[in-house]
């Protein structure tokens, strides 16, 4: 399996209260990615990161921020969580050193409830 | 934009039967597809991907998936499915040059005894 850790794994907060998921990964792949999964929409991507410092939007960015100082780890950081972020949040990494390939090797899911 | 279209939320099969999830893409330029599963409480994995090579895909687990061009598609198949076969599978699609995927919105497949 790959070596890719999320913490915490489950969290319980008060809406309006400042969240940070941890994502951390042994591989050294360059790309990291936070998804959101929910009923109905499958996973829908947050932020991804393409090395370093470099990072990206995605789909439903509205809300979340993220950092990557260093390779390993890439943050998620929810200013001000509301309801509507409850949600399974997942960790992916891939490419290796080099190329965007398409496999993502997930991590095992943060739960947050968000009240 | 990319986009996937999973028909079919839930499908329900009898232990040995057929397997048939359906996907269809939408694309600008020819785009690299995935089938994900995930198991209960995991994160998913990769089951099989489609790169422009054999139009034909083998995966893990007795799966394939044959891509379609003039029908936008990309089913997912099994000839005899297994009760261990129950999970939620995701298709994926990503563009070339893209760094991201794209991932459809699920079918939960059921094994019935």
């Known amino acids: 399996d790959a070596g890719i850790t999320q913490s915490p794994r489950h969290k319980v907060t008060e809406t309006g209260t400042p969240v940070t998921l941890r994502c951390h990964q042994t591989e050294n792949h360059r790309y990291m990615y936070w998804y959101r999964q929910d009923p109905g929409h499958g996973l829908r991507l947050i932020h991804y990161?393409?090395?370093?410092?470099?990072?990206d939007k995605g789909e439903v960015s509205d809300g979340y921020s993220v950092s990557r100082s260093k390779t390993e780890d890439f943050l998620l950081t929810l200013e001000s969580a509301t309801s509507s972020q409850t949600s399974v949040y997942f960790c992916a990494i891939s490419g290796g050193t080099g190329v965007f390939t398409g496999e993502l090797f997930f991590g095992e899911g943060s739960r947050l409830t968000v009240l | 934009a990319q986009s996937v279209t999973q028909l079919g939320s839930h499908v329900s099969v009898s232990e040995g039967a057929l397997v048939l999830l359906r996907c269809n893409y939408s694309?600008?330029?020819?785009?690299?597809l995935f089938w994900y599963v995930q198991y209960p409480n995991q994160g998913l994995q990769l089951l099989l991907k489609?790169?422009?090579?054999?139009?034909l895909v083998k995966g893990i687990n007795g799966f394939e998936a044959e891509f379609k061009k003039s029908e936008t598609s990309f089913h997912l198949t099994k000839p005899s499915a297994h009760m261990s076969d129950a999970a939620e599978y995701f298709c994926?699609?990503?563009?070339?040059?893209?760094?991201?995927?794209?991932f459809g919105q699920g079918t939960r497949l059921t094994i019935n005894p």
């Open positions: 489609y790169t422009s090579a054999a139009t």
């Open positions: 990161s393409y090395g370093v410092k470099d990072t």
């Open positions: 994926a699609v990503s563009e070339k040059g893209a760094q991201k995927l794209v």
């Open positions: 694309s600008s330029v020819p785009p690299y």
